[in-house]
T-cell receptor, first 113, second 113 residues
Framework: NAGVTQTPKFQVLKTGQSMTLQCAQDMNHEYMSWYRQDPGMGLRLIHYSVGAGITDQGEVPNGYNVSRSTTEDFPLRLLSAAPSQTSVYFC????????????FGPGTRLLVL | AQSVTQPDIHITVSEGASLELRCNYSYGATPYLFWYVQSPGQGLQLLLKYFSGDTLVQGIKGFEAEFKRSQSSFNLRKPSVHWSDAAEYFCAVGADSWGKLQFGAGTQVVVTP
């Protein structure tokens, strides 16, 4: 049982490049989400999904796209990277519901030059 | 709007001493409250959570937290810290029925010998 996995661990991009951050979970969780972590700001929600085929925006969605074609996978796409997207990105999953524990992946550290 | 405030950005504590981390929230209804810990270079791990009932909640690694509705607080405590408790600690509130989390900015804990 691997839990929540994220790839890559570290990535350097040039401004304007696109890339996809991968997230997968093997716990059959319905709810998945993407957060970004910046110093002094905690974690902020980018996008989330409450099941396959259903996604919605969080607090800071601009510049990011998501899709959810399977229960297991929830990739995050950066369409045209900007230096402001330099951050650490965390994927999380849970059974869904306010009382459920969210399980976090190890994170992807992204540097946009 | 919901908000979570962690007043202390950084705390230094001696090994064996007690630790208390403060968390204040603003939320219209009965909150779902969480404490997560992030060790260096790692993802977030749940320490404990509160939904209802006994206002003193026990968690993993010897941590406990007390919910005080009158003060809108959910402070985290540990009677005797270990060097391995050096980490960043995040307080969070459940933002909706699906379990979206609103995080505080975090408190960095340094443990000295």
């Amino acid at each position: 049982n691997a839990g929540v996995t994220q790839t890559p661990k570290f990535q350097v991009l040039k401004t304007g490049q696109s890339m996809t951050l991968q997230c997968a979970q093997d716990m059959n969780h319905e709810y998945m989400s993407w957060y970004r972590q910046d110093p002094g700001m905690g974690l902020r929600l980018i996008h989330y999904s409450v099941g396959a085929g259903i996604t919605d925006q969080g607090e800071v969605p601009n510049g990011y796209n998501v899709s959810r074609s399977t229960t297991e996978d929830f990739p995050l796409r950066l369409l045209s990277a900007a230096p402001s997207q330099t951050s650490v990105y965390f994927c999380a999953s849970s059974l869904g519901g306010s009382q459920e524990t969210q399980y976090f992946g190890p994170g992807t550290r992204l540097l946009v030059l | 709007a919901q908000s979570v405030t962690q007043p202390d950005i950084h705390i230094t504590v001696s090994e064996g001493a007690s630790l208390e981390l403060r968390c204040n929230y603003s939320y219209g209804a009965t909150p779902y409250l969480f404490w997560y810990v992030q060790s260096p270079g790692q993802g977030l791990q749940l320490l404990l959570k509160y939904f209802s009932g006994d206002t003193l909640v026990q968690g993993i690694k010897g941590f406990e937290a007390e919910f005080k509705r009158s003060q809108s607080s959910f402070n985290l405590r540990k009677p005797s810290v270990h060097w391995s408790d050096a980490a960043e600690y995040f307080c969070a509130v459940g933002a909706d029925s699906w379990g979206k989390l609103q995080f505080g900015a975090g408190t960095q804990v340094v443990v000295t010998p």
